[in-house]
């Protein structure tokens, strides 16, 4: 999953033993589902983000963020 706002995915890496052995791993975002009302188009948008964009849209606004969205190439 990647989250619409910031466009944060799985990120990649080792696990390494006790005896330095080294094995493939991902670490997933804190992703989570929002709905937000959109009073410009007077309708509920539901998107999908991480714990951190959340955070963003609550500084910013969903209007603000909607845009952000939209720039990236999303569909809202």
Known sequence: MRCQL???????????SHSHRRTRRRWNPNIQQRRYWLPS????????????AIKTVDKIGIE??????RARGEKV
């Open 6 to 16: 910031t466009g944060v995915g799985p990120v990649f890496g080792n696990r390494v």
């Open 41 to 52: 188009e007077g309708r509920f948008v539901r998107l999908t983000l991480s714990a951190r």
């Open 64 to 69: 603000t963020a909607v845009v952000r969205i």
